[in-house]
């Protein structure tokens, strides 16, 4: 557990609690107080504070949560108004054990054996764990690259290491540079690619993806209307304006192009119906999310989205990933809302796909703010690029082409071995019209033989007195 920053002051009634615990689970904050002691739990933070006077809870008592900052205000009534609590400034005086709460030493007689606690018994000193007051220039020591909105974000793959491993797929970002994120990601698509699996879809498509291919692009006859949820959850957002770089502006407007995309793909998938993986689904997909990978350039961002659409999801398809490229385009043509709209529902997504929360906190509380202040005659040129943008498979640098080609190959193959099976069956038929169809069967050298047919690519008509297809009119009765 970490001991997260924090600092304490008092007014005449009360005692503030100023705690910074970025990136947590709201749902599951904890805090306690019992007069001296109080304890304050939010994964992966862990307080436990002795204070010099005693507190209590009441109507007046109150917990604050600054969204943008990450840090707690906690409230609490001072038991004796009017007193003073000395030494909040001494941290590690607050952070001390207090000294009636620790475990009495256990006495034993000469040739006793030592009586252990009650199994059954709770004992309070589990919440007693070593706490260290954090050093901040060691933190920044470590931290050289920054990811979310703007880049904000240090830090993250030590304090939240366990979380972060579960929710993308690069590892230590923070020591990691633009171009060496692009080419981890690149090298792990390249060895996760699954050329059955896409060959699979291809040739043989499941009825889950031809309704996707079906569907209609979102919101195509609909009024786009924001939920009560939704226009509750945007009030609630900080009032604030963001100063970002040209530069800046055109990764943030490209991230929120991948989250569109990545969104409108599982959508398809889903058939509108998002389910219980669609928050893995959809981190998965946009490169940003999976390796904080930044992109300056529009066709190099949907070459990412559709190389990882072909390579992760349970539907791989790629005619799939360029239907949710024009969903992406639709979308946009829309105007601020409808995007706002997606981003709205990829957030609700992510606080249902724990812990993913984080990337909310990291990309869409702020992109959720920022997109509301884009010119429409930007979002309207950026569809138009979209439209625009031409994919090709050789982008994707997998072997498309090659596979899907000696794919159909074989397809080919197969369908005129069978239909010269057919025929060597019609024409044993023709020549014994004494002989039950059921009794006729082409044994292995047969089928070799009509392959070789085929692959030497003989268009001569078969003549049943051929010598050389003696062999192939054999039947059950004349074995007997």
């Known amino acids: 557990m970490i ?14 609690l100023f705690i910074h615990a970025p990136y947590t689970n709201l749902k599951e904050v904890e805090y306690f107080s019992n007069e001296s002691d109080f304890r304050f739990v939010a994964s992966p933070y862990f307080l436990r504070l002795n204070l010099p006077g005693l507190v209590e809870e009441s109507e007046g008592s109150d917990v604050h949560y600054d ?20 030494d909040l400034d001494l941290l590690s005086v607050l952070l001390a054990p207090n000294p009636q709460k620790t475990l009495q030493p256990k006495i034993t007689l000469e040739g006793e054996s030592t009586v252990a606690e009650s199994e059954g018994e709770d004992s309070s000193d589990e919440w007693f764990l070593e706490q260290t007051v954090s050093d901040n220039k060691a933190k920044e020591a470590v931290s050289c690259y920054g990811y979310g909105f703007a880049n904000k974000a240090t830090g993250l793959f030590r304090s939240h290491e366990a979380e972060m491993m579960e929710i993308v797929d690069i590892r230590n970002a923070d020591l990691k540079d633009q171009e060496q994120r692009r080419r981890e990601r690149e090298v792990k698509e390249l060895e996760d690619f699954n050329e059955d699996h896409y060959l699979a879809d291809l040739m043989d498509p499941l009825s889950l993806l031809l309704n996707a291919l079906k569907m209609a692009p979102p919101y195509l006859d609909s009024d786009i209307n924001l939920t009560t949820e939704e226009e509750d959850y945007i009030i609630s957002l900080p009032k604030k304006s963001y100063l970002v770089s040209k530069v800046q502006k055109k990764i943030l407007s490209l991230t929120v192009v991948g989250l569109v995309y990545s969104w409108a793909y599982d959508r398809r998938v889903t058939e509108g119906d998002h389910c219980i993986e669609s928050g893995w689904a959809i981190a998965k997909v946009c490169p940003v999310l999976s390796y904080f990978e930044d992109f300056e350039d529009l066709r190099f961002l949907l070459v990412a989205c559709v190389r990882r659409s072909i390579t992760y999801p349970m539907l791989r398809s790629w005619d799939l990933s360029l239907l949710t490229i024009k969903d992406t385009s639709s979308i946009f043509r829309k105007g601020k809302l ?53 994919i090709k498979k050789s982008d994707m640098n997998l072997n498309l082409d090659e596979l899907e080609y000696a794919a159909k190959l074989v397809a080919e193959e197969e369908r005129e071995i069978g239909e010269m099976s057919k025929n060597l069956i019609k024409i044993k038929m023709e020549d014994s019209d004494d002989i039950d169809p059921e009794d006729i069967y082409l044994n292995l050298d047969e089928l070799e033989y009509a392959a070789n047919l085929v692959a030497e690519g003989e268009k001569r008509e078969i003549d049943p007195e051929d010598s050389s297809l003696s062999s192939f009119y054999s039947t059950d009765s004349e074995s007997d």
């Open 67 to 86: 969204l943008e900052k990450g840090d707690f205000t906690v409230k609490l009534q001072k038991k004796i108004p009017g007193e003073n609590f000395k």
């Open 338 to 390: 409808a995007i706002l709209k997606c981003l709205l529902k990829v957030r609700k997504l992510f606080m249902e796909s724990d812990p993913r929360y984080i990337l909310n906190q990291l990309y869409l509380d702020d992109l959720c703010v920022w997109i509301q202040f884009v010119k429409e005659e930007k979002i309207k040129l950026l569809a138009d690029a979209i439209e625009k943008c031409e």
């Open 3 to 16: 001991t997260p920053h924090f600092r304490v002051s008092q007014d005449n009634d009360h005692v503030y």
